[in-house]
């Protein structure tokens, strides 16, 4: 595996790991929705308190889900789609694998079932 690879797993765990977690998932519908808002705004909409909206966004800003920017003394986050993106694109990848998996195995499946029934006939009758 090379370094480059390495480093596009880690980033879909930890888009993973933070999207496993309902309030984050609803954080970014909500940043979404908005464009973008203070944690204190978020927190309004969601049944936290604002410490744990602001540790629920530090787990998605570290995974590259949102990004927080200074503006006077609020920080006003936003959604950020690269590393959503990133791995919709590995997910839909792995998809299609298992899809070139399952008609491998339905190809063969079907040809065992030919020869299952040319087995069948003898050679005098006909088929």
């Known amino acids: ?3 480059e690879r ?3 797993a880690a ?3 930890q888009v993973l790991a933070a999207l496993a977690d309902p309030t984050r998932r609803q954080l970014l519908d909500l940043l979404a929705a908005r464009g973008e808002a203070t944690a204190t705004t978020l927190a309004e909409r969601l049944p936290v308190s ?3 909206v602001v540790k629920h966004l530090a787990v998605l800003d570290a995974a ?4 927080g920017g200074r503006v006077g003394r609020e920080v006003r986050y936003a959604v950020r789609p690269a590393a959503l993106d990133a791995t919709a694109r590995w997910m839909a ?7 070139r998996r399952l008609a491998n195995i339905r190809r063969v499946a079907e040809a065992a079932e030919r020869e299952k029934g040319d087995d069948h006939r ?3 009758r006909p088929a």
């Open 122 to 124: 003898s050679p005098g």
């Open 1 to 3: 595996m090379t370094e």
């Open 6 to 8: 390495d480093g596009g």
């Open 11 to 13: 980033a879909v765990d």
């Open 50 to 52: 604002r410490q744990a």
């Open 64 to 67: 590259g889900l949102v990004s």
């Open 93 to 99: 990848a792995l998809a299609d694998d298992w899809d």
